[in-house]
């Protein structure tokens, strides 16, 4: 069986997270990343029906969609999956 992949959830995330208001969303988000979100980008963080890869940035950026948030996150060849930013679709494009 192939090693899963680890999460990192970078500085710049944990901010952009405790700024989202109200709290009843922080805690929505929260709960959906740490039981649904995080074990799915584990088994393989390139497929799955809200994940897309971005074209328009320099990198290799991943997007998953939570309802009308959008988190970005990359992976590197050391199978570890790197959460850079959560923001609202009006803001993330």
Do not use: C, Q
């Not at 971005?54 to 992976?75: A, E, H, N, P, Q």
């Amino acid at each position: 069986m192939p090693e899963e992949y680890r999460i990192f959830e970078t500085t710049r995330f944990i901010r952009m997270l405790e700024a989202v208001n109200p709290p009843f969303i922080r805690e929505a988000i929260t709960g959906k990343l740490h039981f649904y979100l995080y074990p799915r980008l584990k088994v393989n963080p390139f497929r799955g029906p809200n994940i897309r890869k971005l074209k328009s940035s320099g990198m290799d950026m991943w997007r998953y969609r939570m309802g009308r948030w959008r988190l970005f996150y990359t992976v590197d060849a050391e199978r570890v999956v790197s959460i850079l930013e959560i923001e609202d679709r009006k803001d993330a494009y």
